[in-house]
């Protein structure tokens, strides 16, 4: 049963750029969240995706944005790249029932230069 | 505002010292908390969950934790650490603003067990 999936690993871009980070749910799971986590703090939300639409949004700009495919993957999109956007991007997945556990995939860690 | 908040920014532990790190949040309604450790290179783990009923939740590796509702607590707790316990560990709640939830966490507490 694979869990949840990440790519890339790791990114390095530039300020100004844009970058698309991809994620695959666990089997099973119908409901992407996507987390953003600076060095040194915990997880913050950034949005939640179900049905392909987005549910939930925390307090990001709209520079990030997102999108679900019918296959339950997911990929979130971040437009002209600042310093302050390096961070470890955390994927999340889960079951609509809401009080189930989110899964957590190995993150994408994105350098801005 | 809801939050989570952990006031153990790093923990240095002796092996076989007990360990309680501390999670206090803020917010009322139905309570969801988790405890979640992320050991070093590898990706968020869930070690534990607290829903309803008993207070008192076991999880993996030999660690539990007391939800206290007069205290707005949820701390976590293991008898006796090991070296393969360093990790961060992050105390989340879960915030059912929207159709579905999304986890506030801390800001995660760093444990260092000494062999």
């Known amino acids: 049963d694979a869990g949840v999936t990440q790519s890339p690993t790791h990114l390095i871009k530039t300020r100004g750029q844009q970058v698309t980070l991809r994620c695959s749910p666990k089997?099973?799971?119908?409901?992407v969240s996507w987390y953003q986590q600076a060095l040194g703090q915990g997880p913050q939300f950034i949005f939640q995706?179900?049905?392909?639409?987005?549910?939930q949004r925390g307090n990001f700009p709209d520079r990030f944005s997102g999108h679900q495919f019918p296959n339950y993957s997911s990929e979130l999109n971040v437009n002209a790249l600042l310093l302050g956007d390096s961070a470890l991007y955390l994927c999340?997945?889960?079951?609509?029932?809401?009080?189930?556990?989110?899964?957590f995939g190995p993150g994408t860690r994105l350098l801005v230069l | 505002a809801q939050s989570v908040s952990q006031h153990n920014h790093h923990v240095i532990l002796s092996e076989a010292a007990s360990l309680e790190l501390g999670c206090n949040y803020s917010?009322?309604?139905?309570?969801?908390l988790f405890w979640y450790v992320q050991y070093p290179g590898q990706h968020l783990q869930l070690l534990l969950k607290?829903?309803?009923?008993?207070?008192l939740v076991k999880g993996i590796k030999g660690f539990e934790a007391e939800f206290i509702k007069s205290k707005f607590s949820f701390n976590l707790r293991k008898p006796s650490v090991q070296w393969s316990d360093t990790a961060e560990y992050f105390c989340?709640?879960?915030?059912?603003?929207?159709?579905?939830?999304?986890?506030?966490f801390g800001k995660g507490t760093k444990l260092s067990v000494k062999p």
């Open positions: 999340a997945s889960s079951y609509r029932v809401t009080q189930e556990t989110q899964y």
């Open positions: 917010y009322g309604g139905t309570v969801n």
């Open positions: 995706y179900y049905e392909e639409e987005e549910r």
């Open positions: 089997s099973g799971h119908d409901t």
């Open positions: 989340a709640g879960l915030d059912y603003g929207g159709s579905q939830g999304n986890l506030i």
């Open positions: 607290y829903f309803s009923g008993d207070p």
